[in-house]
């Protein structure tokens, strides 16, 4: 676990200070957890949507809401308890950032480029379904993006490349 304490949500409420789902689920912060944070606790979603957060229950216990800064709003419960939302509960990485940077999203758009052409090329040979992308073509991506930037890493050998693909060796 990385010597992190593992609880119940409700329980990290009681003690945390930051708090960022990435469960892709929905309402995992609720309106107990809320009640049950510190002064000052901070919440953001990086998972899915803006449906991790029970925003409803937030504003529903707010009696004060305002903009601090861009990207955050401040929430005032009874009692005088602020919580502070990011990016409106929205994927905190697109909405208070810039989005996906272009050296990521040009490797995620050479992926689907080299798919469609893949499906294309070999698509009397394949039959309808979902595949996964081809190993030799996310590694050609990788290898471009690598090249593009002038950096070298090495290269397995074969010996290597056996060892990685096998559980008979070191065991």
């Not at 945390?16 to 309106?31: A, K, P, Q, S």
């Not at 606790?41 to 504003?59: D, K, Q, R, T, V």
């Not at 208070?96 to 798919?115: T, W």
Request: proline share 4%; net charge negative; with cysteine.
């Amino acid at each position: 676990m990385d010597g992190f304490r593992v609880m119940p949500l409700i329980e990290a409420a009681k003690t945390g200070d930051i708090f960022i789902t990435v469960t892709g689920g929905l309402n995992i912060i609720d309106r107990d957890h809320m009640l049950a944070m510190k002064d000052g606790a901070i919440l953001a979603n990086s998972g899915h949507f803006n449906a991790e957060i029970n925003i409803p229950a937030l504003e529903s216990l707010a009696v004060e809401k305002k903009q601090i800064r861009s990207f955050v709003e401040q929430y005032t419960l009874d009692g005088g308890k602020n919580l502070y939302l990011l990016g409106e509960g929205r994927l905190i990485n697109l909405t208070a950032a810039e989005g996906h940077p272009a050296s990521v999203m040009d490797m995620s758009f050479a992926n689907q480029a080299l798919c469609a052409e893949h499906m294309v090329m070999k698509g009397k040979e394949l039959e309808p379904k979902v595949y996964p992308v081809p190993e030799e073509l996310d590694k050609e991506v990788g290898r471009l993006k690598l090249n593009a930037m002038g950096i070298t890493i090495d290269t397995l050998t074969p010996e290597q490349k056996r060892y990685q693909e096998s559980w008979e060796m070191g065991t």
